[in-house]
């Protein structure tokens, strides 16, 4: 089957604490996104990356790192950094940047 | 700074009922605009994708139109089902300054939709 994958399904975090999001896609795809879903709210990038080991930030980038060391895989990280990080985390693939994206299940991340 | 917009906040219709679902955006400098469904806690479904060339997309019981100088889109689905609520999402890829885009796809807050039997 091919797709994008998230895990966890939900994450919690205690203060000062750093945790990381999965994402993978098996799609063959060169672009893959985070976007983060606050309540009421679209859907806003986090970070993008086009290609391995090359990302981009997008609008809302304070207080995340990301990685592309891998086609298939771009985990998102949550740093202590980030005050507000309760959210439902989207990760999204496509062939090329102007392509149609597709999504994974969404992280939900909880704070302790 | 591209804005999207979707109205209504929320729609509720009965079942059998054809529908529309309305999208703004500020901008007309656009490469494309998609639309997507999201069922509660999951991630997103792309239903269409027009192309800024194109006036409209079908796909089944879907049909989507774009008005890229009026800057709208609409979504009208046909003979709407039970199944078919969820909240749908439209969001566009803008193009920047030098025509180039960056697949950075700006969303609008999203139509709850509910359809009754």
């Known amino acids: 089957d091919g797709g994008i994958t998230q895990s966890p399904k939900y994450l919690f975090r205690k203060e000062g604490q750093n945790v990381t999001l999965s994402c993978e896609q098996n799609l063959n795809h060169d672009a893959m996104y985070w976007y983060r879903q606050d309540p009421g709210q679209g859907l806003r990038l986090i970070y993008y990356s086009q290609i391995v080991n090359d990302f981009q930030k997008g609008d809302i980038a304070e207080g995340y790192s990301v990685s592309r060391e891998k086609k298939e895989s771009f985990p998102l990280t949550v740093t202590s950094a980030q005050k507000n990080p309760t959210a439902f985390y989207l990760c999204?693939?496509?062939?090329?940047?102007?392509?149609?994206?597709?999504f994974g299940p969404g992280t939900r991340l909880l704070v302790l | 700074k591209q804005e999207v917009t979707q109205i209504p906040a929320a729609l509720s219709v009965p079942e059998g009922e054809n529908l529309v679902l309305n999208c703004s955006f500020t901008?007309?400098?656009?490469?494309?605009l998609q639309w997507f469904r999201q069922d509660p806690g999951k991630g997103l479904t792309s239903l269409l994708l027009i192309q800024s060339s194109q006036r409209e997309q079908t796909s089944g019981r879907l049909n989507a139109s774009l008005d890229k100088s009026s800057g709208r889109s609409t979504l009208y689905i046909a003979a709407s089902q039970p199944g078919d609520s969820a909240t749908y999402l439209c969001a566009v890829i803008p193009l920047n300054a030098g025509g180039t885009s960056y697949g950075k796809l700006t969303f609008g807050q999203g139509t709850i939709l509910t359809v009754h039997p």
């Open positions: 999204a693939s496509s062939m090329g940047q102007l392509e149609t994206q597709y």
């Open positions: 901008d007309s400098a656009i490469y494309n």
